[in-house]
């Protein structure tokens, strides 16, 4: 009889990191898919890669203000109700970008709805999991966000032959549809670990109060790293496919660099992810950086089709990594106790640099019919990332305050 609450509280764990990992596939299965409506857009309407990219951006913001939001409800009342609501939010409007004709109906769709969906699945279940493991945060974390990557792997290809087989409205209203069937689903598995008091706050949770954490010099280098990452990993993901494209690339080779790269980011999140258990976030975010600046540099240099596909795959290790660490750190450097808000305002950080790069990437080729600046443009953002991380001092957990 004894046994049998451990056996649960064992099912309840599997549960929520199964429930984590669907939300993540989905989630940005749905994002990256995204690049693969770019040309019907442009042929359809005549709209430009810079309209197109800072829709997105539009949504990264909004998620990055929302993150914060996320987080603290996420803290006080659990993650389930708080991904079922954005869950649905963001599949509707990929049903929505089926009946668009104008600009603005673009930007409201992601502003309103896309990104209200993106804002939550990386703060609530990432915060959830970091309360649920205590030593083997790190690699439970990479576990998750292999969803991440498992998803740009499987989504865009099947989006690509939704296109093919039907029209490409059809498409986006059927993975909309499925979208939300899998969110819901994924959401209802979730549960929070950290018992909580009448009023709905976490109690016994050990680590530093946010008022206190916010002043801290290292949580604010921490932003500021989260940013110059960030703006990368928001913009090759949605400029890859259509710059794969421009190199003479069919669609549907071109959608298979999203395939690439989520493979080698899942190389890169579960190593990653062992190493912050091992050696801390500080080195894990060094290693992070150099696959990521050295891609870079190259995809500013080449131009034929298939070195494109070994550049990728460098690039999706560090890629990967970078998905992986966020959390863990902050836990190492803050511990538990305002970890949702505390890594939501990290996420605003990185949302906004995601704002950023992807109208940076379109603008830059409307205005030169290459991406090349961009590359190098975010080559150096994530040198200064670098140079920050180095100045780091060592990771730890830190005590209950």
Known sequence: MLKLPVIGQIDQRILTVLGAFFVQFMTIGLLFAYGLFFKNFEVEYGWSRTLLSSSMSIAFFLSGVLAFFGGYLSDRFGPRLVLIVSGLMGSAGYVLLSQITEPWHLVVVFGLFIGVGLATHDVVTLSTIAKLFDKRRGIMTAVVKVGTA???????????????????????????????????????????????????????????????????????????????????????????????????????????????????????????????DRIGGKRALIFCFLPLIASLVAFS???????????????????????TVTSPTIAQYFGLKAHGKLFGLVLFFGMFGGAFGPILGGRVFDMTGSYGPAFLTLASLATVGLVLALRLPATHEPAES
């Open 150 to 276: 498992t998803g740009q792997m499987a989504v865009p290809p099947a989006a690509a032959i939704l296109i093919a087989l039907y029209d490409w409205r059809l498409a986006l209203i059927i993975l909309g549809i499925g979208g939300a069937v899998v969110l819901v689903s994924a959401a209802l598995l979730m549960k929070s670990p950290v018992a909580k008091s009448t009023g709905g706050q976490p109690t016994n949770v050990p680590g530093i109060p946010f008022t206190e954490a916010r002043k801290s010099v290292v949580f604010w280098m921490i932003c500021i790293i989260q940013f110059s990452f960030f703006t990368t990993l928001a913009t090759i993901p949605l400029h890859i496919v259509i710059h794969g494209m421009d190199l003479g690339m069919s669609g549907a080779v071109a959608a298979s660099l999203l395939s690439v790269m989520g493979g080698a980011s899942i190389i890169g999140r579960v190593t990653v992810g062992g190493l912050i």
């Open 301 to 323: 240099a080449i131009s034929v089709p298939w070195m494109l596909f070994v550049c990728v795959a460098v690039y999706g290790v560090g890629h990967g990594g970078f998905f």
